[in-house]
């Protein structure tokens, strides 16, 4: 697994390069926010472990432009609106500064494990509900239906997250691998009409909309 440190501190850079590699990473390190923005195009990574305060281009400018790689923020901003701020803009994880090692790699293996694990399997299953892996088929209670590409995907995503609120800039990124259909202005109706084929088949409300954030499963 390829993971990118962007980390202006050269002491904590060294100290994350020692503990990524020691277990068994392949580690890029860049020291501002114009040079990871120069490797991310030009390479591919599994997981990026970002700092905010950095030289050039900011981390929360870096979280905006970066699409479909899990992020994990590592800062000394330690305010709820900073991480609120960057889980909008789309991070996967906050960690403030000094952070311990072992909670590190734990929420590391999270993510990638959240990132890899959907190719493994035939179907993903949350209580009554059953997502048929590349059939765009959801049963429920054992009964079929069918959804758009755009509801499938965003199901997909939720059920892949289960304990995590993702929020729409976050769920929009996501998706996108998917479909190329959805904006922050339909996302809602896609949303609303996949409450909507759920409830035909069980009175659970399986979708909770978490105000100001986004959305999880209930």
């Keep these: 697994m390829k993971i990118l440190i962007v980390e202006d501190d050269i ?4 100290i994350l390069q020692e503990l990524l590699i020691k277990n068994n990473y392949e580690v890029t390190s860049a020291y501002s926010g114009s040079e990871a923005l120069l490797l991310l195009e030009k390479n591919v990574f599994d997981l990026v472990l970002l700092d905010l305060m950095l030289p050039a281009i900011s981390g929360e400018e870096i979280i905006k432009k970066v699409k479909n790689i899990p992020i994990i923020v590592l800062s000394a901003k330690i305010s709820s609106d900073d991480k609120v701020k960057c889980l909008l803009f789309g991070a996967s994880d906050y960690i403030t500064k000094p952070f311990n090692s072992e909670e590190l790699l734990a929420r590391i293996q999270v ?3 959240q990132k890899s694990k959907w190719s493994n399997i035939e179907t993903l299953r949350y209580k009554d509900l ?4 590349d059939k765009h088929t959801l049963l429920i209670n054992d009964k079929k ?3 758009t590409k755009t509801e499938y995907a965003i199901l997909k995503h939720l059920l892949l997250n ?3 609120v993702i929020s729409k800039n976050k769920l929009l990124d996501l998706i996108s691998v998917d479909t190329e259909d959805c904006d922050e202005n339909s996302l809602r109706v896609h949303i609303s009409n996949l409450r909507r084929k759920i409830r035909e088949f069980t009175k659970r409300e399986y979708i909770e909309s978490i105000w100001g954030i986004g959305f999880k499963i209930k």
């Design 145 to 147: 239906t069918n959804l």
């Design 111 to 113: 993510q990638l494990r």
């Design 11 to 14: 002491n904590i850079q060294n």
């Design 130 to 133: 059953e997502l048929l892996n």
């Design 162 to 164: 289960q304990n995590q």
